[in-house]
């Protein structure tokens, strides 16, 4: 069965650094983009971070370029996500998603595979 499992989240203060993998479980990534969203409760889920596997391209949401930093390991098959500055309104599940396409699409319908998430809190 094809999964992906998130973990490294977590609470910090405002100014910490937490980072998240997305380990693939029962397939390989392979020239698909693997992207990290986010979800406050009662707010729609948020891009923040994409890879185009096959060329290791990423992209990044404006809250987030400059702070955080999305990598891809071959040999590991994961996709991590270093999260530096970090701010209270960072607050939220973090997941992990998979897509056939390249680059990372925005659009949430087009990932076919989706992590259980993983919480992340930041306390000013």
């Known amino acids: 069965q094809e999964q992906l499992v998130e973990s490294g989240g977590g609470w910090v203060q405002a100014g910490g650094s937490l980072r998240l993998s997305c380990a693939a479980s029962?397939?390989?990534?392979?020239?698909?983009?693997v992207t990290w969203f986010r979800q406050v409760p009662g707010k729609e889920r948020e891009y923040v971070a994409g890879?185009?596997?096959?060329?290791?391209?990423?992209f990044y949401a404006d809250a987030v370029r400059g702070r955080f930093t999305i990598s891809r390991d071959d040999t590991s098959n994961t996709v991590s996500l270093e999260m530096n500055s970090l701010k209270p309104e960072d607050t939220a599940v973090y997941f992990c998603?998979?897509?056939?396409?390249?680059?990372?699409?925005?659009?949430?319908?087009?990932?076919?595979?989706w992590g259980q998430g993983t919480q992340v809190t930041v306390s000013s």
């Open positions: 998603a998979e897509s056939p396409s390249a680059p990372p699409p925005r659009d949430q319908g087009s990932y076919f595979i």
């Open positions: 029962g397939h390989i990534f392979s020239s698909h983009s």
């Open positions: 890879v185009a596997w096959a060329f290791g391209r990423a």
